[in-house]
């Protein structure tokens, strides 16, 4: 079956908005024909994601559902209905034959539109704990697909819907060529020695900041290289702490506000230090990286400790809870880590072991079946 116009949307943050792009390159790969409108918000990270990767992007309003009685939620009652309006003319007038929602609050609308007017639709959950939108679009789409077994709970009334694919990241990330030169030529580093990814997930993490920026003159004395991505919104704030505090950065230390290309640099890491976001982990598993994994303790039914948590089980990543993270103890399971190169393959296979390579032909396949 072939699709020639699709419209997607997802947002806020990264883990909803790479799933989408990850879907739409596959199927762009296998119908170069393919037309795509994007329909996000103007506040979420896809307004600045989704035009690079060179795809229409249109924006509506819609702010999030509080999960408790609140006044906002008459706010956000009154955008759900002007937006989803406004869905409905951007569907009309794109005419697609399949809308595609990855999370986040403007799939509500857009999603619940589509629905409306007839036209198939899938939703896809990264989490182990479903979203608020996506537990409202289970009841209106035409199929669920999911990212972990556990997540079937919170469909149960809408069980026929769901389909366990994985996460279709985890298939995009495999699919990099190897760039044997980019820690040279991007970041000043040696290609020959080991290096570790810092990063707190698309928005950056505080605490995982504060950590990794505490510990640059224990990195300076390393037989390894660090580079830290602290999140586009955070890293002015820390460049002046460490320009304050007279901290030097040596030269196997490199601070970045944020990785655009994520994919490529993964291939040639190490070690990662890093929050348990789903999208994250379908990444860290597919390609089997081994990983300090700290989840953040402010997400709905604390779902990235139940993420950490399964790859824990499995070994394949360690977890340090935030509440436990120093410098002291980020530096000292690093080193522990990074010199036990055996412990460290170990880790590696046994998190390619959860990954799931097929996730985006699972997908499709499950498209097909509307
Ligand atoms: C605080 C919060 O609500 N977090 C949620 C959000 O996280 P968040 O958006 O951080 O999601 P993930 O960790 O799942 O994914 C982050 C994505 O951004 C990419 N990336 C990150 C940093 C960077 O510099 N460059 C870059 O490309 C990563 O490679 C990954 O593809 O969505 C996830 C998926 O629904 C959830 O599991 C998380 O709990």
Redesign the pocket.
């Known amino acids: 079956m072939k699709i020639n116009r699709i419209i997607l949307s997802g947002g ?5 908005i ?1 799933p989408a792009l990850a879907i739409y390159n596959r199927m762009k790969e296998l119908n170069p024909d393919l037309e795509c409108l994007y329909i996000g918000t103007d506040k979420g ?1 896809e307004a600045s994601i989704v035009p690079k990767a060179n795809i229409d992007f249109k924006s509506i309003e819609i702010s999030g559902l509080k999960r408790s009685l609140s006044l906002d939620n008459i706010k956000v009652a009154w955008e759900m209905l002007t937006s989803t309006q406004k869905a409905k003319k951007m569907i009309k007038d794109f005419q697609p034959e399949l809308v595609i929602g990855t ?1 986040g609050f403007v799939c509500a609308p857009v999603l619940y539109a589509a629905a409306q007017l007839g036209i198939p639709t899938l939703i896809h959950e ?2 182990s704990v479903a ?1 608020v939108t996506n537990k409202f679009l289970s009841r209106f789409v035409d199929k669920v697909a999911t990212s972990f077994h556990e997540v079937e709970n919170d469909f149960t009334k809408v069980s026929h819907k769901v389909a366990f694919t994985g996460n279709p ?1 985890g298939q995009e990330v495999t699919n990099y060529a190897k760039d044997e030169h980019i820690l040279s030529k991007n970041y000043g580093f040696n290609d020959q020695l080991p290096t570790v990814l810092i ?6 993490a505080p605490a995982i900041n504060k950590a990794a920026v505490e510990s640059i003159e224990d990195f300076a004395k390393k037989e390894y290289q660090v580079i830290i ?1 602290t ?1 586009s919104v955070h890293h002015s704030e820390w460049m002046n702490y460490i320009e304050e505090n007279q901290i030097k950065i040596p030269n196997n230390v490199k601070i ?1 506000p ?3 290309n ?2 490529a640099l ?1 291939q040639r890491i190490d070690l990662v230090v ?10 860290l598993t597919t390609l089997g990286l081994p990983s300090i994994l700290i989840p ?1 303790p ?2 709905t039914n604390n ?2 400790e139940m ?1 950490a948590i399964a790859l824990v089980n499995n070994q394949a990543a360690e977890m340090i809870k935030e509440s436990q993270l120093d410098s002291s103890q980020l530096v000292h399971t690093i080193d522990r880590m990074i010199l036990d190169q055996t412990a460290l393959n170990k880790m590696a296979e046994n998190a390619k072991k959860l990954g799931t390579p097929h996730a985006i032909d699972d997908i499709i396949k499950l498209v097909e079946s509307i």
């Open positions: 806020g943050t990264g883990g909803h790479y990270l999370g990264q989490n979203g990241r990063f707190g997930g698309s928005r950056g991505g999140g970045v944020y990785i655009d994520m994919p993964f890093c929050r348990s976001g789903a999208t994250t982990l379908a990444e953040s402010y997400v779902h990235q993420n």
